[in-house]
């Protein structure tokens, strides 16, 4: 019998989370920005309500999406200056 390949299919949604598997187990986290305005899981959804925030996947991402929210023009200063200090207290993993 031939050994079968290990395929990992990751999914992500719309809010940019996605549920990463590790050897010991799996984490869900944010791996990139995605759609602010996702009701599920988008960032903008989630300060509002006042969840508990989905961590980042690392210091870098969440850098990354701090520096996308910063220059887009879709965002009002009050919010923009909302979300970028709830990124900013939003936890991330360390990098591997």
Same mark, same amino acid.
């Given at each position: 019998?031939?050994?079968?390949?290990?395929?990992?299919?990751?999914? @992500?949604?719309?809010? +940019? @989370? !996605?549920?990463?598997?590790?050897? *010991?187990?799996?984490? =869900?986290?944010?791996? =990139?920005?995605?759609?602010?305005?996702?009701?599920? *899981? +988008?960032?903008?959804?989630?300060?509002?309500? $006042?969840? *508990?925030? @989905?961590?980042?996947?690392? $210091?870098? %991402?969440?850098?990354?999406?701090?520096?996308? %929210? !910063?220059?887009?023009?879709?965002?009002?200063?009050? @919010?923009?200056?909302?979300?970028?200090?709830?990124?900013?207290?939003?936890?991330?993993? $360390? *990098?591997?």
């Amino acid at each position: 019998m031939l050994d079968e390949p290990d395929v990992r299919v990751t999914l @992500v949604r719309p809010g +940019g @989370v !996605s549920v990463q598997t590790f050897t *010991d187990g799996a984490a =869900c986290m944010r791996i =990139c920005l995605g759609y602010l305005h996702d009701p599920d *899981d +988008g960032l903008l959804a989630e300060m509002k309500a $006042e969840q *508990d925030p @989905v961590p980042w996947a690392s $210091e870098g %991402v969440r850098d990354e999406a701090a520096q996308a %929210v !910063s220059v887009r023009a879709d965002l009002k200063d009050d @919010v923009r200056s909302q979300l970028l200090a709830w990124i900013a207290a939003t936890p991330y993993f $360390e *990098d591997a």
